[in-house]
């Protein structure tokens, strides 16, 4: 790994692992230089997926500074809305992780009813803040074969995209990929860390046009 490289992937792990500097979320926005997201992606991407797109969606600076208030007034909104939900913010986007127990039950991508109501008000939401890129990503545990968790994230994923373009979320800022077993965030030799990998990702990003409109100057900080 290249010195510059290497700082990236350091300052990139700084700005992830401690949160509860007083640096804001703005602030962590603008630290991400011009550039600098998709070569953090590249490194970070190894270990999660979700982390490496929003890394490398980055466009920092200023610009980054005004996108991460934006992200910021969305996810308190998605904060208080969702149960059964751990909502995140990184970088200049945020990170929804569902226990894929809450939404489907054993070997099913059929999403249970009692959850849709988690769905309804989330895209209620993204409706409100609509210039956003909406990645959903299922994951699994390594039970069974990697060809059938496969098969079975990429069906978790795509029922979520669809049962958000159902309630009105433009199907063209949704994109649905099945990570099987090959995303863990925890080992698969334990009943705990299984658990935590059988999940589904809800990964959102700046649009080209709120881009624009950041690096623009036309995004304000109320």
Do not use: W
């Not at 590249?42 to 270990?47: H, V």
């Not at 980054?64 to 996810?75: F, V, W």
């Not at 074969?145 to 079975?152: F, Q, V």
């Amino acid at each position: 790994m290249s010195k510059s490289n290497l700082f990236l992937y350091l300052m990139m792990i700084a700005i992830i692992t401690f949160p509860s500097c007083n640096a804001s979320n703005q602030t962590k926005g603008a630290v991400i230089g011009a550039g600098a997201g998709a070569a953090a992606g590249a490194l970070l991407g190894k270990d999660n997926k979700a982390v490496a797109i929003i890394l490398g969606a980055a466009v920092g600076g200023v610009a980054g500074g005004l996108i991460g208030n934006y992200m910021d007034k969305q996810a308190a909104k998605i904060q208080d809305d969702l149960e059964g939900a751990t909502v995140e913010r990184v970088g200049e986007g945020i990170l929804i992780t569902f226990d894929s127990g809450i939404l489907f039950d054993i070997a099913s991508y059929s999403l249970k009813p009692a959850t849709r109501s988690n769905l309804d008000k989330l895209s209620v939401t993204m409706e409100k803040y609509n210039e956003t890129e909406i990645r959903v990503l299922g994951h699994t545990d390594d039970t069974g074969t990697e060809k059938y968790n496969a098969t079975l994230s990429k069906n978790r994923a795509g029922a979520v995209n669809s049962y958000l373009v159902s309630k009105g979320v433009a199907s063209g800022r949704l994109t649905d990929t099945g990570y099987g077993e090959l995303d863990p965030i925890a080992t698969n030799e334990t009943i705990e860390g299984r658990e935590m990998n059988r999940r589904v990702e809800i990964v959102i990003v700046a649009d080209k046009k709120l881009q624009r409109a950041a690096k623009n100057g036309d995004l304000t900080m109320e």
